[in-house]
């Protein structure tokens, strides 16, 4: 066999012996009470859009798009969910102590502003993701405010 066929051939079964790797779903159902439009003081805007853009890797609730059933791909999301969620989890935002809450906001306002989140491989998937100027400073001035209230609280 030309060694260009036996690559190939090797290329298929390996993309075909990946699809069997075990995956998880990260799916907790209903709105928790932990869940931060429950905990501090939100704009259903503002909760609306870190739904579309975050919550898919920030949250115990993803949606799971047709591609997502193909790895290597869902080895990615499961990579990205996990540690996403290990960051910042806002299905279980009021579990947090208030200093966490502070330091977690302002980590966002920053993530946003320095157009780390959401991460650029997700953005490219998901329209609906790439925040207009507007949005993010919506986004970061909420942020800013919460935490600036909580501070004042403790
Ligand atoms: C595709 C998955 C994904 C999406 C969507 C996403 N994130 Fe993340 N996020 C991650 C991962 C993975 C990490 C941890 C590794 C890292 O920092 O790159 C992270 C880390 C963070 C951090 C920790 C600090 C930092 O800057 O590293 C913050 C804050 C954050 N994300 C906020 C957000 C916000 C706000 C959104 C929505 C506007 C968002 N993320 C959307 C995957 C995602």
Redesign the pocket.
Known sequence: MRLIIKILLAIVILFIAIQFIPSSENIGGQESVTDISNTVIMPSKVHSL?KN??Y???SNNTYYPWYSKIQPVRLMMDT??K??KT??NFSEFGSYSTRSQIS?LK??A???KDN????S??RLMHKG?N?SDEEKNL?INWALQTSDRLSTKK
């Open positions: 870190l853009a975050c898919d890797c920030h990205h969910v540690e996403g960051e910042i977690k980590g966002l920053n993530s946003i780390i989140m959401p991460l491989s997700y993701a925040l986004i």
